[in-house]
């Protein structure tokens, strides 16, 4: 007996728990639907999330749907499990984080050269947490461990992809940098027009 096609797509964001599930995923799971059929499907089901006598809403962030708990859940949730919010991360830790999201994929040594100091163990605890992760190993002598953001990261900070992160101030050595490539430029043109 076939479903509700809404019930089905209920049950599989169910499923998916804190991962959550693409539009593509959910249509490689049900026979003969279109994406706009899926995200139709999805608004109302976020619509009727709306009602107060529901204590979840479904969310979307990176591509992915999923299921979380209403805010005024929380302290009743603290009630039943303790603390649920999540332990805050140290300065050091956000620096080598954020170093990663804008440099990534990056080896430990290049985040240890930008941060001035060892990182092993901060890099341990990132991925323990499930904020970053292996994203393959560079192709030199050594082949060290290139990191990444997961995303998990990318859930935590509520982002889509990482063009949302705010663009980085320039800093003096970006802006000789810069000086340096114009001037190059202009020699160029100078012997070019020669």
Partial sequence: ??????????????????????IAQLQGCIDDVFPQEIEEQLEKIAQSCQDE?????????????????????YPFAQRLFGS?????LSSAAMETLAIIAYKQPITRAEIEEIRGVGCDMMLKKLAARGLIEE???MDIAGRPILYRVTQEFMDSFELESLQELPELPKT???LDEELFEQEADEQDEEKTSE
């Fill in 84 to 88: 649920v919010r999540p332990a805050t």
């Fill in 172 to 174: 003096k050595m970006n």
């Fill in 1 to 22: 007996m076939l479903m509700n096609l809404q019930a089905v797509i209920e049950g599989l964001l169910f499923l998916s728990g804190d991962e959550g599930v693409t």
């Fill in 135 to 137: 994203a393959g190993r």
């Fill in 53 to 73: 006598c529901r204590g979840f809403e479904l969310v979307h962030f990176a591509g992915k749907y999923k299921f979380v708990s209403k805010e005024e859940v």
